[in-house]
């Protein structure tokens, strides 16, 4: 859909706002830029300066039996709060009456409201009391806007939409939409996720796919009229055309465009509401800046050596104990790199552990691919000033910690990345640097660990094996708690990124999205650079395009604290919710916590080549309770399962096999199916084989009966005539079953450490284990809704 904007008498528009010393537009200007944008209607409005007198014939002039009073301040943002909206009849006497009464009553009301939250009180009134604060807030109320009142359609609830811009730190523009009023804040908190209000990044998304994402929403259920007893309000056209403006007035005025004359920092209406089909906005603001940083999104030189160096120098290796750096050398011989291509810079000795020592960076024969500091901060300060002097590496990894996250350290951290952004302006680009405060990297096809973790107390599978995920992770310690709590978690690609003082968990994702051997990418993260959530996300849809699944776990929900000086939109759609709904949008599923993102982490890497088309679930149940939770976790607020339809051949083939084995008396052939206890190893196959040859199933969850005395669940000579690894164990033939079919199983092991070796034994043979069935029933109902978006995606 085409747009008719005018960019130029918009940008006049704030031109005009910052001559007059301002930020920030009034609600007529807003109104004034809305008329450049496209939108169908605006109320008639006057402005009525304070300290002067409208005439009666202007006021007589006015349109309508009414008029709506606004006052006007360039920091009263929320105008009702503070009694400063009212509707009059449109007399002379009532409308200078409400005129007078308003410019003092709204003077004395904010007053009270900020020296009772002084905390939210805008930077030109803190540290104000008293008659001293009334005087500055009547001193900056400008006087009244008279607006023309257009009565509503509807006043029903759940009638009326906010629509927003917003300029976010990592994400750039950000367009929200969903229930407005004035209890948008609660529709938002008491409504379901994705229900009140939904946003997406400006730049990954059109006015047509936003659409599709807001028709979700209970606000679009009431406007269009979907509700018991509601009529429609608006066309689809009407909120097409509205959002395709919003997102093209984004891109424009974004932090990101270098052409870009001002920027919108918040441009917010709320609300729109509808008289005779057309969309009014009722109240709106727009906050904007002249100048931004203009934050380069950027795929870095060098994260090929960084990730498969051919030559190592490690620094802080001690000759005498075990420290961290001759963990860090221990570990990287052992992972198999070639030692004769390491070097240690250590002035005590010829060789440590074999590796030769050099005294200085001037002494390398030649540029070495990486660089690996595990010394203090002050040394590693110093190092890599050397290191850019003499152009001694590709890359750097810096182990060293208290560069910036630890106070007193910033200003060393500002200096240092100072030093890296001038090494970048060369026309090699310098060294890139990871970290510092990470563990580094562990790199299967580069052949070497830089975690500083004993091998004792983290072991790890060395060599080849079948390896599909990379994961990129802010914390090093969840990083190593998931490889050593999870069998399957041996990624190809382990990095620790720290606090990203210069690569980012975004460039990660660029270059990871182009290996064909990564067909997984787990992301932990807790902040954010600036900007690089928008690179994260386009590095994403690059992901989904190339075939790849994206699972990220995002820590730190605390919602962002509501500022008098902010519009809704801020508390609505918070730091969390929109992150969760930009990289949602880009083509990753968001684990709603650390169990979740195991459990999709697992499912994502063993089910990656499998066919997943649909929703419909066969479940195989040992136990009454299994079958029962099975069903009872079917649906949740972002995903959901059906229990299929099984068809008559299914059921043919089930009732013979139960026959067979003399189960038909004991066992009803239905989905889910609870199997007796009775049966063995070879009959649960046979049974999730017969479900998955059914065209009208997608997936099948198989309790595997550890208790059961009929099936062998037991490590050898644990009990007669029973093992694991016998060629008819339920852990060696449902795995081979699982590699033998499109589709996917899973497998329930809902029991305690005894039944740990079956858990392993399972899972390495590439069936997926869940300890419980509610945890299996809802990990799989979410993957699969994603598998399914992702597939439209693509």
């Known amino acids: 859909m085409k747009i008719n904007i005018d960019y130029d008498r918009i940008t006049q528009i704030f031109s005009i706002a910052e001559s007059d010393g301002r930020k920030s537009l009034f609600e007529y200007e807003t109104y004034n830029l809305l008329d450049r944008s496209g939108a169908e209607s605006t109320p008639r409005t006057r402005f009525l300066k304070k300290n002067t ?28 709060d503070v009694r400063g909206v009212c509707i009059v009849d449109k007399k002379p006497g009532k409308v200078r009456s409400a005129w007078r009464r308003m410019m003092d009553t709204v003077c004395e009301t904010y007053s009270a409201r900020l020296e ?19 005087k500055a807030v009547s001193d900056d109320m400008r006087g009244v806007l008279m607006c023309e009142y257009m009565p ?18 990592e994400f750039g ?46 606000a679009y259920r009431k406007l269009a009229g979907l509700t018991r007893g509601g009529r429609r309000l608006v066309s689809d056209s009407q909120l097409l055309e509205c959002f395709t403006s919003f997102i093209a007035m984004g891109n424009y005025y974004a932090p990101d465009n270098p052409d870009a004359p001002y920027v919108i920092e918040e441009l917010e209406i709320n609300p729109f509401t509808f008289s005779d089909y057309q969309m009014v906005p009722l109240d709106g603001l727009c906050r904007f800046t002249k100048t931004a940083s203009r934050a380069s999104t950027r795929i870095p030189m060098h994260i090929e050596q960084l990730l498969h160096p051919a030559s190592i120098v490690v620094v802080g290796v001690s000759a005498r104990k075990m420290n961290f750096g001759r963990i860090i050398l221990n570990n990287i011989i052992s992972n198999g790199f070639d030692r004769s291509a390491i070097r240690i810079l250590n002035n005590d000795g010829d060789s440590i552990d074999g590796v030769v020592c050099i005294s200085d960076i001037t002494m390398l024969e030649q540029k070495v691919d990486l660089i690996v500091l595990a010394v203090n901060a002050a040394r590693a300060a110093d190092l890599i000033d050397r290191i850019i002097e003499h152009d001694a590496a590709r890359s750097v990894i810096l182990i060293t910690g208290g ?17 890296m952004a001038a090494a970048h302006s060369r026309p090699e680009g310098g060294p890139v640097f990871l970290g510092g405060n990470c563990l580094g990297i562990i790199s299967h096809p580069g052949r070497y660990d830089t975690f500083f973790i004993p091998e004792e107390k ?20 969840f990083a190593i708690a998931r490889i050593n709590r999870l069998s399957f978690a041996d990624p190809l690609y382990t990095i620790s990124v720290g606090n990203q003082m210069d690569l980012t968990i975004g460039d990660f994702i660029n270059y990871l999205t182009d290996l064909p051997e990564v067909e997984v990418i787990a992301i932990y993260a807790e902040g954010l650079t600036d900007m690089d959530g928008l690179h994260m996300c386009r590095g994403i849809r690059r992901a989904i395009q190339n075939k790849k699944e994206v699972i990220l776990y995002k820590a730190g929900r605390t919602p962002e604290g509501k500022l008098a000086t902010a519009g809704h939109t801020a508390s609505v759609a918070g730091d969390y919710m929109v992150c969760e709904s930009c990289v949602t949008q880009a083509g990753a599923v968001v684990a709603d916590n650390m169990a979740q993102f195991e459990g999709l982490l697992m499912l994502a890497s063993m089910l990656h080549g499998k066919k997943l088309t649909g929703s419909r679930l066969a479940a195989v149940s040992g136990a009454g309770f299994e079958a029962v939770g099975m069903a009872d976790y079917l649906k949740g607020d972002d995903y959901s399962l059906e229990m299929a339809s099984l068809g008559s051949d299914t059921i043919k083939k089930i009732e013979k096999i139960f026959t067979d084995n003399r189960l038909d008396s004991l066992v009803d052939v239905k989905n889910p199916i609870d199997i007796n206890p009775a049966a063995d190893d070879e009959l649960h196959t046979q049974v999730v084989e017969a479900l998955c040859s059914d065209p009208g199933v997608d997936s099948v969850i198989v309790g595997l009966d550890p208790f059961s005395p009929a099936v062998q669940t037991l490590p050898d000579k ?8 016998s060629p008819e164990s339920i852990a060696v033939l449902m795995p081979q079953l699982a590699r033998r079919t499109a589709k996917p199983v899973i497998g329930v092991i809902d029991a305690g450490r005894l039944y740990e070796p079956m858990v392993k034994t399972i899972e390495k043979g590439g069936l997926p284990i869940f300890r419980s069935c509610d945890a299996a029933v809802t990990t799989l109902a979410k993957y699969s809704r994603y598998r399914l978006r992702i597939a439209k995606l693509r």
Do not use: W
């Open 53 to 80: 007198r409208l005439s009666n014939e202007k006021i007589a002039a006015f349109p309508g039996k009414k008029v709506v009073l606004k006052i006007v301040s360039p920091f009263i943002v929320h105008k009702s």
């Open 116 to 134: 009772n939250n002084p905390d939210h009180a805008p930077a030109n009134y803190r540290n104000l009391t008293g008659k001293t604060l009334r």
């Open 152 to 169: 509503p359609d509807s006043t029903a609830f759940g009638n009326e939409l906010l629509v927003s811009l917003r300029r976010t730190r």
């Open 173 to 218: 523009m950000v367009i929200t939409a969903g229930l407005g009023g004035i209890d948008t804040e609660l529709y938002a908190e008491r409504f379901r996720k994705g229900q009140a209000v939904v946003s997406a990044a400006t730049a990954m998304i059109d006015g047509k796919a936003f659409l599709q994402l807001f028709c979700a929403t209970i």
């Open 403 to 419: 560069l910036g996250e630890k106070r007193g350290s910033e200003k060393r951290a500002r200096q240092i990345k100072q030093k």
């Open 458 to 477: 983290l072991p790890k599978r060395r060599g080849k094996c079948r390896r599909n995920v990379a994961m990129v992770s802010q914390s090093g310690a």
């Open 718 to 725: 644990t009990r007669a005539n029973e093992s694991l690894s």
